[in-house]
C-alpha cells in the first residue's frame, strides 16, 4: 500500500533549527512535495524534490533520498509566524499525490 | 489574496439538504482538484479535472457530485450527507495540466458541519 509517515507534533524554541523528517511509500515517485498550513488557511507551497539532495531556499531547506524513501524540511532562525503544520506529499506513477497526516509545529518563546 | 476563492467559508446543513460549495481560480491553471481534510488525518483526494475533463474519482460516494463548467470553475454539489461527512473541504488547482507535477494552490476551504 501507499503510505505517508511523518511526526504528529514537534516543539522548538525561537530563533533554533527544527528538522521535520518524512518517509514514504508510493507505487512510483515522482516527486515529494512540503506544504506549510496555518490554522484555518489554505496549505501553501514551500519545496519540491525529485532528485536526491539539498534544495535550499533561504531559512527552509528540503532534502531527498530516494534510495530511503526519506525526506526532511529544516526550518533555521525559526520565528513565532513559523507555527503551523507542515504536510508531506509524495507524488506517485500517476501523479497523484499521497499526503501525511501533517506535523504540528509549535514555536516557543 | 490566494488566487484560488472558495465559497460558503462555513456551512452547516442537516443531512436531508442539499448544497453546493464553489471554487474559483484566477490563475489561468488547467487543472482542479477537491480535498477531503479530517482533524488528524491526511488530505483525501476526491476528484480530479484536468482540462474540464474528469481524471479521478476515488471511490467517493455518490451523494458528493462534482461539476467543472469550465477551466475557472468548479462545484461539489452535496445531497443527503452524513455526519462523517463534516471536514473542511479543500478545492486546489495547478498549471498545465495533472501530468506537469506542478506545485497545487489551494484555497482556504468550506468548512462544512453536517447536523
Known amino acids: 500500500g501507499q503510505n505517508i509517515d511523518q511526526p504528529t507534533e514537534m516543539t522548538a524554541t525561537e530563533g533554533a533549527i527544527v528538522q521535520i523528517n518524512c518517509t514514504y511509500q508510493?507505487?512510483?515517485?515522482?516527486?515529494l512535495f512540503w506544504y506549510q498550513q496555518h490554522a484555518g488557511e489554505a496549505p501553501t507551497f514551500l519545496s519540491y524534490?525529485?532528485l536526491d539532495g539539498l534544495e535550499e531556499k533561504g531559512r527552509f531547506s528540503s532534502f531527498l533520498s530516494r534510495s530511503k524513501g526519506y525526506s526532511y524540511l529544516l526550518l533555521k532562525e525559526l520565528q513565532m509566524k513559523d507555527s503551523a503544520s507542515y504536510l508531506c506529499a509524495s507524488s506517485d506513477s500517476n501523479y497523484q499525490l499521497i499526503w501525511g497526516a501533517g506535523t504540528k509545529l509549535i514555536i516557543k518563546p | 489574496e490566494t488566487g484560488v476563492t472558495q465559497t460558503p467559508r462555513h456551512l452547516v446543513m442537516g443531512m436531508t439538504n442539499k448544497k453546493s460549495l464553489k471554487c474559483e481560480q484566477h490563475?489561468?491553471?488547467?487543472?482542479m482538484y477537491w480535498y477531503k481534510q479530517s482533524a488528524k488525518k491526511p488530505l483525501e483526494l476526491m476528484f480530479v479535472?484536468?482540462?474540464?475533463?474528469?481524471?479521478e474519482n476515488n471511490s467517493v460516494p455518490s451523494r458528493f457530485s462534482p461539476e467543472c463548467p469550465n477551466s475557472s470553475h468548479l462545484f461539489l454539489h452535496l445531497h443527503t450527507l452524513q455526519p462523517e461527512d463534516s471536514a473542511l473541504y479543500l478545492c486546489?488547482?495547478?498549471?498545465?495540466?495533472?501530468?506537469?507535477?506542478?506545485?497545487?494552490?489551494f484555497g482556504d476551504g468550506t468548512r462544512l458541519s453536517i447536523l
Open positions: 486546489a488547482s495547478s498549471q498545465e495540466g495533472v501530468e506537469s507535477n506542478q506545485p497545487q494552490h
Open positions: 524534490n525529485v
Open positions: 508510493t507505487s512510483g515517485f515522482n516527486g
Open positions: 490563475l489561468g491553471h488547467n487543472a
Open positions: 479535472y484536468n482540462f474540464k475533463e474528469q481524471t
